[in-house]
């Protein structure tokens, strides 16, 4: 399995990024698939949940409104389309596959003027 993130970067406040993961060594479109983030001095947390097929999502309550998990079973992606930043939503963020706990290195996301 391998996990692959990027799209991360330096963004000012209220602009937008979007996150994609490319996936591999596994039927993708048969699981769901995570999106956490973990900014400094904190725990790594939940951000967005997409089900194998995209039909159902999930978000932490910080980001509902301004985050949105989509996929592409053909591509083998899974993306969060991020809009109006905040400060608070620098961290690292990280691709994640449920199943089997893996992980990608993850990308950095930082949001200063």
């Known amino acids: 399995v391998q996990l692959v993130e990027s799209g991360g970067g330096l963004v000012q406040p209220g602009g937008s990024l979007r996150l994609s993961c490319a996936a591999s060594?596994?039927?993708?479109?048969?699981?769901?698939m995570s999106w956490y983030r973990q900014a400094p001095g904190k725990e790594r947390e939940l951000v967005a949940r997409i089900s194998s097929l995209g039909g159902t999502t999930t978000y932490a309550d910080s980001v509902k409104g301004r985050f949105t998990i989509s996929r592409d079973n053909a591509k083998n992606t899974v993306y969060l389309q991020m809009n109006a930043l905040k400060p608070e939503d620098t961290a690292v963020y990280y691709c994640?596959?449920?199943?089997?706990?893996?992980w990608g290195q993850g990308t950095q996301v930082t949001v200063s003027s």
């Open positions: 994640n596959l449920p199943h089997g706990g893996y």
């Open positions: 060594g596994f039927t993708f479109s048969s699981y769901i």
